[in-house]
């Protein structure tokens, strides 16, 4: 990009006795401020200017070149954008146009910058510095969306992964929750079948008898009725032999 900032001189140099504290005598003495490169005095100075005289173009198109120089672009391009727009002179409303997109420009404002430099053309065609940094306007203003357009993409693709990291963290959590919840009826299950074998138990009092402890106790009565059957028969027998004496009356 090509800065070159034109600088108003006044047209008419009145002696300064004559004009005392006028806006044309702080534009002169801001001039020579300028041009000695003490732009933080001459910015003071044309100001003054401009408060006496609000019109004065010469005042407010130095004031600024006077505010870039400070890399102050911001206020730079309002006095620019001031002064095209009530500029009678199409030079200088050419060059405050110009003046306004380099402003622009050192901002980053490429679009606004591009239409800036239009305007010069259109009141000057033969600026050459002003087609120059249209196109240079338009080339940085098609990698700054290109540059735009990768951001996008790449914020895109890190949202998509942490899009994607957050549902495979939803599904462990929620496996993990079906695993805890199984893991949990299981043992519900096993407290209940334990449950359930203690009270059958309660309910039962002594455990059952084998098939094989039954049989050995029912034999066991078996044979204890049998010698009781034995000794009542001997009994009998042993009665039915008793005599009884009689006596002989």
Known sequence: MKVILTFLLMLVVLPFSLLGQTDKTL???GNKQYKEGNFSEAEVTYKKALELNP??????????????NQK????????????????KNSATESKAWY???NSLMSEKKFEESIGAYKKALKLDPDDEDARYNLAFARQMLQQQQQNQQNQQNKQDQQD???QQKDQQKDQ????????????????????????NQDQQKKQQGQPKLSKEEAERMLQALN??????????????????SVKVSEKDW
Not at 76 to 87: C, K, V
Not at 185 to 192: E, F, K, L, S, V
């Open 27 to 29: 534009t002169r003495r």
């Open 55 to 68: 019109m004065n173009e010469t005042a407010g198109y130095n004031l600024g070149n006077t505010l870039y």
């Open 72 to 87: 102050n672009y911001t206020e730079a391009g309002t006095n620019f954008s001031h002064i095209a727009e009530m500029s």
């Open 99 to 101: 003046n306004l997109g």
């Open 160 to 162: 998509k992964k942490d």
């Open 172 to 195: 462990q959590d929620k496996q993990q929750q079906q695993d805890q919840q199984k893991q949990q009826d299981q043992q519900n299950q096993q407290d209940q079948e334990q449950q």
């Open 223 to 240: 044979n204890e009725e049998k010698k009781t059957l034995e000794k009542l028969n001997e009994e009998k027998v042993s009665g039915a």
